[in-house]
């Protein structure tokens, strides 16, 4: 199985940036394809972001496209989202996942999980 811990969440302002790491330890990390959720206050956990095992494969929700950016260091067993013009609406806790399912991936399939890391977005 693999280990994942997020770091890099915080407060900033609307407008502003971060930039949320996933460590993975345990096995293979590029065994796995990876994605990013999040979870706001009173809301059921959506899906942010994924790619796939060789970071080929892309996948962003609608609400995040052309603002967040995901990206995977194999070598360095990293997960990498940028989040640029951020918004109050983006405020939730991060998780970073990963699933052994090649092709495409429901949140079903996601089976390692993070504890998530907090973003707030201030207005």
């Known amino acids: 199985q693999v280990q994942l811990v997020e770091s890099g969440g915080g407060l900033v302002q609307a407008g502003g940036s971060l930039r949320l790491q996933c460590a993975a330890s345990?096995?293979?990390?590029?065994?796995?394809?990876m994605g990013w959720f999040r979870q706001a206050p009173g809301k059921e956990r959506e899906f942010v972001a994924a790619?796939?095992?060789?970071?080929?494969?892309?996948y962003y929700a609608d609400s995040v496209k052309g603002r967040f950016t995901i990206s995977r260091n194999n070598a360095a067993h990293t997960l990498s989202l940028q989040m640029n013009s951020l918004k109050p609406e983006d405020t939730a806790v991060y998780y970073c996942?990963?699933?052994?399912?090649?092709?495409?991936?429901?949140?079903?399939?996601?089976?390692?999980w993070g504890q998530g890391t907090p973003v707030t977005v201030s207005s």
């Open positions: 996942a990963a699933s052994s399912v090649v092709g495409i991936v429901a949140e079903k399939d996601y089976k390692y």
């Open positions: 345990g096995r293979t990390f590029s065994r796995y394809a």
């Open positions: 790619v796939n095992r060789i970071g080929l494969s892309i």
